[in-house]
């Protein structure tokens, strides 16, 4: 996953919608009408941060009837995950500190 990648999905994270429809979508596919009423946001805005998600690749979607149902790109996210746990903290008490203290 490239830096510019990341940056997008930090982005896109970084309303708290969009977290919460994270959090929501890690327990299993969800309907945008289950997604609008827990959120209490208009039909417009879930689109919109649906589309924001959807844009950096976090989530997907399929349409039945009238509804669209939310998973979470999980390959992507794992991909996101993977590279934010490999930026650390120095531990000083195991190596010399990488802010030069």
Known sequence: MTREEVSVI?????DPNRLKI??????????GCSLLDALQVTQPTLSHHMK?????GLTASRKE???NYYTINCDKFKEFKEYISGIS????AIDACCCGK
């Open 22 to 31: 994270i959090e929501m979508l890690t327990q299993g596919e969800k309907c």
């Open 89 to 92: 903290c120095c531990d000083t």
């Open 10 to 14: 930090c982005k896109a994270m970084s």
């Open 65 to 67: 009837g009238k509804w």
């Open 52 to 56: 924001v998600l959807g844009d950096c």
